[in-house]
């Protein structure tokens, strides 16, 4: 069992940053596949980013290509997500999840645990 936790969110003007971190306790931390997504009211859930168990692959949807960035700490067990040039249309609940497997993946299907999610507020 993987248990997530989500931290980071808040509100910030059109352009600004955010970093968003998810601390991870359990089994599979280094072995697991790790997103993020985000779903905005009314709309579907969708994929922002993923990250190999090792760290060195990436995958982002192309929203956020160029201006959002996926890390993980193995020392600390987290997974963070850098986001850039922030615009109104990133308003959402952003939930961090883990996958039972080590292949980078945008299908929230592939993804077993998650989050409970932060919110994150872009405003024009």
């Known amino acids: 069992q993987i248990h997530l936790v989500e931290s980071g969110g808040g509100s910030v003007q059109a352009g600004g940053s955010l970093r968003l971190s998810c601390g991870v306790s359990g089994y599979g931390y280094g072995t697991n596949c790790m997103g993020w997504f985000r779903q905005a009211p009314g709309k579907e859930r969708e994929a922002v980013a993923s990250?190999?168990?090792?760290?060195?692959?990436?995958l982002y949807a192309d929203s956020v290509k160029g201006r959002f960035a996926i890390s993980r700490d193995s020392a600390e067990n987290t997974v963070d997500l850098l986001m850039n040039s922030l615009k109104p249309d990133d308003t959402a609940m952003y939930y961090c999840a883990a996958s039972k497997r080590a292949t980078v993946a945008l299908d929230a299907a592939a993804y077993a645990f998650w989050g409970q999610g932060t919110q994150v507020t872009v405003s024009s």
């Open positions: 990250i190999s168990p090792d760290g060195d692959r990436t």
